[in-house]
């Protein structure tokens, strides 16, 4: 067991957390280890416990001003009539887009087709790549080719 010189100032702070650690250290791990424990335990009660202190609090304090409490509700109502009246602006102002959208749409269908109809080919057409032609089979090298399958790897067989 290491010895504290309480004489004098000069022991630095370091060396009495030295002696601390050496002289009680075991004490203080066992201590957290039963402290832990013990709240992991009773950690649900504890809970239970603010949950209902908090309640009976909140309740005793509007028992005693009714006025708040009537206030709070209808502060409670206006924001949620406020809330219900954005959400319905928001909506109409949406379903009046979806419908220009789709008034658009039918205009662009119309005049397509009411201008003598669609053509295969048609320089209109957006197309990726223009020159393109399915039967012709893919031109670039990006191709797989499969390996040669011979009995002998890495070229041919030497015998």
């Given at each position: 067991?290491?010895?504290?010189?309480f004489?004098?100032?000069?022991?630095?702070?370091?060396l009495?957390?030295?002696?601390?650690?050496?002289?009680?250290?075991?004490?203080?791990?066992?201590?957290?280890?039963?402290?832990f424990?013990?709240?992991?335990?009773?950690?649900?009660?504890?809970?239970?416990?603010?949950?209902?202190?908090?309640?009976?609090?909140?309740?005793?304090?509007?028992?005693?001003?009714?006025?708040?409490?009537?206030?709070?509700?209808?502060?409670?109502?206006?924001?949620a009539?406020?809330?219900?009246?954005?959400?319905?602006?928001?909506?109409?102002?949406?379903?009046?887009?979806?419908e220009?959208?789709?008034?658009?749409?039918?205009?662009?269908?119309?005049?397509?087709?009411?201008?003598?109809?669609?053509?295969?080919?048609?320089?209109?057409?957006?197309?990726?790549?223009?020159?393109?032609?399915?039967?012709?089979?893919?031109?670039?090298?990006?191709?797989?080719?499969?390996?040669?399958?011979?009995?002998?790897?890495g070229?041919?067989?030497?015998?």
């Open positions: 067991m290491v010895q504290f010189n004489q004098g100032n000069d022991t630095p702070l370091y009495s957390v030295i002696y601390a650690i050496e002289n009680y250290g075991w004490y203080v791990l066992i201590a957290s280890v039963i402290v424990y013990l709240y992991r335990k009773y950690q649900t009660k504890l809970d239970e416990y603010w949950e209902n202190k908090a309640s009976q609090d909140y309740a005793s304090y509007y028992h005693k001003n009714p006025d708040l409490l009537t206030e709070r509700l209808t502060a409670r109502e206006q924001y009539q406020k809330l219900q009246e954005k959400y319905t602006n928001e909506a109409k102002v949406y379903q009046e887009k979806m220009q959208k789709e008034n658009k749409k039918k205009q662009e269908w119309l005049e397509r087709h009411l201008s003598g109809g669609h053509r295969l080919g048609s320089s209109n057409e957006n197309s990726l790549r223009p020159d393109y032609n399915p039967l012709m089979g893919d031109t670039s090298s990006r191709t797989y080719k499969a390996q040669r399958k011979t009995p002998c790897s070229g041919g067989c030497k015998k």
